[in-house]
């Protein structure tokens, strides 16, 4: 049974950082890619981030270049989302995803098919 469970959200100041983790089970991340999605109250939900299984290769939305970074721990089965300069405008809840492939899809939510139950980031002073 495949399973994502997120851990690491919390609340922090504009300017601040957070590091969020993605566990996995019922599959290897040696063979299947995990992206970051987050919905905002009233929003709807954005692909932030994707991590290839294949090569490595991430991949990131215009709106978190160069703030944050996906990373993986083949070892730990497990993805990281290190949030940096964090900015009112990332309050959400974050979600893990895979689209089931070794390849990155669009950051698109119908793209991706198993999902995390998320964790709620709040940025606030």
């Known amino acids: 049974q495949v399973q994502l469970v997120e851990s690491g959200g919390g609340l922090v100041r504009p300017g601040g950082s957070l590091r969020l983790s993605c566990a996995a089970s019922?599959?290897?991340?040696?063979?299947?890619?995990i992206a970051w999605f987050r919905q905002a109250p009233g929003k709807e939900r954005e692909g932030v981030s994707c991590?290839?299984?294949?090569?490595?290769?991430?991949y990131y939305a215009d709106s978190v270049k160069g703030r944050f970074t996906i990373s993986r721990d083949n070892a730990k089965n497990t993805v990281y989302l290190q949030m940096n300069s964090l900015k009112p405008e990332d309050t959400a809840v974050y979600y893990c995803?895979?689209?089931?492939?070794?390849?990155?899809?669009?950051?698109?939510?119908?793209?991706?098919?198993?999902w995390g139950q998320g964790t709620q980031v709040a940025v606030s002073s």
């Open positions: 991590i290839s299984s294949s090569d490595g290769s991430p």
């Open positions: 019922g599959f290897t991340l040696d063979y299947y890619s």
């Open positions: 995803a895979s689209p089931g492939t070794s390849w990155c899809p669009r950051l698109v939510k119908y793209e991706y098919t198993y």
